[in-house]
């Protein structure tokens, strides 16, 4: 029975690809399998098959996704690759297009984790230059968890024990399972918004990879990456590693990890209290200290202008001037004497004593005293005293006579 | 310079750090010294005073009917283990 209307080859085949990429499940998949046949054409293209017990999908992995990847498997390996389902038009099959690949040991959260690192780290959500410093004295923490177990109880431990003057606001959230991601978004969106906190710590206990996944989602990490407070993690274990810690400004090994980073040590604040106080003390002292001896150093100083020293060098002064003066005096007087003494030596000689010696005479008058120059002042019969060299002796003038000629002598 | 007595720690125990350094740094009158020293001593009392005195205090925050959010005392439930 001869048909009204038929399709060609390539509409067929045109339709079913189109059935296959309007699919969401085929155009974003990962599928686990093991390699077989697998090839590298000249060109660099790569084709396999993935198979298991029942089945096997031709899978193939263009040159330029192949030489980004850090894995290329070989055949017998279990692999886990992720891609999209596709119509191969030339030969009417389907195949799986791959870009990305991973051996299948790691898991597929692992390669979840592993692109989602890698893109959040492309866009610089971890870039250093961007962490922030924690406030050293936190007046208020924010904290994202579970407000139930261990972890809030183990962080309010810490805290209190550390740095009680720190108001804690716990913002309650699950912490696992599908609902746990918009929760925690919401609690450090609210935190920044209507609170005073002034850090954020988010935190989970240790837990399988599975149930770490919250602070492994994009959400999460963009609320943390878009928080205007800094924000610590402290998630799981000190071996794990979560997204979250990654864009986190400070990654804490653990919960309570988180809190002993948040807040300043009150032992060593009071430590750091003491040593400011001694120093005080010391300086003061110090400086009292050197006071003192600047005012002993003045005292002295003062001592040494004062009259009192003035008065006694005064009186040394005049000591010296004294006995100096009565030096010079006696020399003086020393020198006068010897003077006088030559003088007199020089008297001598002119003394008409002097004259005695050599044979001359004095003659005085006995009753007037005078000394007889001239005949006329004697008579015949006057007492006279004649003086010569070693004595005297008395006379009685006999006669007096003028020698005629003595006025022509 | 405010009452000792209504710093909060933080601006305690910063004012009492450059106090110290106010004295080291020297160039000061023997009143300005003491002046210094008495409160620095003053500073260093109040921040441990402080420290003594303070408690934790921990709410929670939770979303009002209203679509905001608001802050309630925390209790902490009994948790086995």
Known sequence: MPH?????????????????????????????????????????HVYFTLKDKAASIRCVMWRSVAERQAYLPSNGEAVIAHGRISIYEVQGTYQLYIDAIQPAGLGILYLQFEALKKRLEAEGLFAPERKRLLPPFPRCLGVVTSPTGAVIRDILHVLG?????????????????????????????????????????????????????????????????????????????????????????????????????????QGKLRETVDLHCNRLVALMGRQITERHSALEAQQRALGRLSPQAKIASCRQRIDELTRSASASLAHQLALQQERLRGRLLRLQSLSPFATLDRGYSITRHLRTGEIVKSVAQVAAGDPIETQVSDGKFDSTVDWTARPLFAEGL | MSEVEKLSFEEAFKELEGTVHRLEGGGLTLDESIALFERGMRLAKHCGQKLDEAELKVSQLVSSDRGGYETIPFEEKEVSG
């Not at chain 1, 038929?6 to 079913?16: C, D, E, H, M, R």
């Not at chain 1, 189109?18 to 990962?30: P, S, T």
């Not at chain 1, 009680?164 to 699950?174: D, F, H, M, S, Y």
């Not at chain 1, 989602?217 to 205007?228: C, K, Q, T």
């Open chain 1, 4 to 44: 009204t209307h038929y399709f060609t080859v390539s509409q067929v085949t045109n339709y079913i690809k189109e059935l296959f990429e309007i699919d969401l499940v085929l155009q974003d998949l990962w599928v686990e399998g093991e390699v077989s046949n697998y090839s590298r054409s000249a060109a660099g």
């Open chain 1, 161 to 265: 024990r550390r740095y009680p003057l720190v108001e804690v606001i716990l913002a309650p959230t699950l912490v696992q399972g599908d609902e746990a991601p918009q929760q925690i978004v919401a609690a450090i969106e609210a935190l920044n918004k209507h609170t005073d906190a002034e850090a954020i710590i988010v935190a989970r206990g240790g837990g399988s990879l599975e149930e770490l996944w919250a602070f492994n989602d994009e959400r999460v990490a963009r609320a943390i990456h878009s928080s205007r407070l800094p924000v610590i993690s402290g998630i799981g274990h000190e071996t794990d590693f979560t997204i979250a810690d990654f864009v986190a400004d400070v990654r804490a090994p653990t919960p309570s990890a988180a809190a002993e980073i948040a807040v300043p040590d």
